[in-house]
């Protein structure tokens, strides 16, 4: 992907509120969707994941997220989030380049959610 | 527990000295990574490795080295020439190119 744009830098959001994480990418080409998530000063663990079929895709806690194509967007959701929710989240894409045997994931700056009471 | 280990955890460095980050995995993937983070700016790739004896420049390999001699190990040496080197380090891994990375915990070096 030539970006990948996420658009909020910080979310705030009480407990048991929905919450929405936006993501938007630059591709002309198919791409394969990651979220991931990072709890601080450690690595990153996989939310979800799109690959093919269902645009809507269910993950770990709570979360899902729908890919759509004609607006390359692949926004995450959580109806209802936890304290432990407090976390980075991060969007990345990989193009499906017929010529290149690897894809390289490219990710977006990320999206810092604070869950307070 | 197959899985990503990086060692040390935290990691201080006097000025014009080279260190050595250490990354295994015993999931017995082909590929591994090497990315940088700095606070507000995502991750940025330093190396790849898609197969054993071989390793391809990311993004920002400028100021690092590393090898690849032994499928379950990725060692990162962040030389002195890297002008910028406090940053959180983190070693991933995937089946093929394709796929998604797995992560290891990271490593936090300071330069004093």
């Known amino acids: 992907a030539q970006s990948v744009t996420q658009l909020d830098s910080q979310v705030p959001v009480f407990e048991e509120a929905p919450v929405e994480l936006r993501c938007n990418y630059s591709s002309s080409v198919s791409v394969y969707l990651f979220w991931y998530v990072q709890y601080p000063n450690q690595g990153l663990q996989l939310l979800l994941k799109y690959l093919s079929g269902s645009t809507l895709v269910k993950g770990i806690n709570g979360f899902e997220a729908e890919f759509n194509k004609s607006q390359t967007s692949f926004h995450l959701r959580n109806p209802s989030v936890h304290i432990s929710d407090t976390a980075e989240y991060f969007c990345?894409?990989?193009?499906?380049?017929?010529?290149?045997?690897?894809?390289?994931?490219?990710f977006g700056a990320g999206t810092q959610v604070v869950v307070t009471p | 527990d197959g899985g990503i280990t990086q060692s040390p955890k935290y990691l201080f460095r006097k000025e014009g000295q080279n260190v050595t980050l250490s990354c295994e995995q015993n999931l017995n993937h082909d590929a591994m990574y090497w990315y940088r983070q700095d606070p507000g700016q995502g991750l940025r790739l330093i190396y790849y490795s898609q197969i054993v004896n071989d390793f391809q420049k990311g993004d920002i390999a400028e100021g690092y080295s590393v090898s690849r001699e032994k499928k379950e190990s990725f060692p990162l040496t962040v030389t002195s020439a890297q002008k910028n080197p406090t940053a959180f380090y983190l070693c991933?891994?995937?089946?093929?190119?394709?796929?998604?990375?797995?992560f290891g915990p990271g490593t936090r070096l300071t330069v004093l």
């Open positions: 991933a891994s995937s089946p093929s190119g394709y796929n998604e990375q797995f």
């Open positions: 990345a894409v990989i193009e499906l380049m017929t010529t290149d045997s690897w894809g390289k994931l490219q």
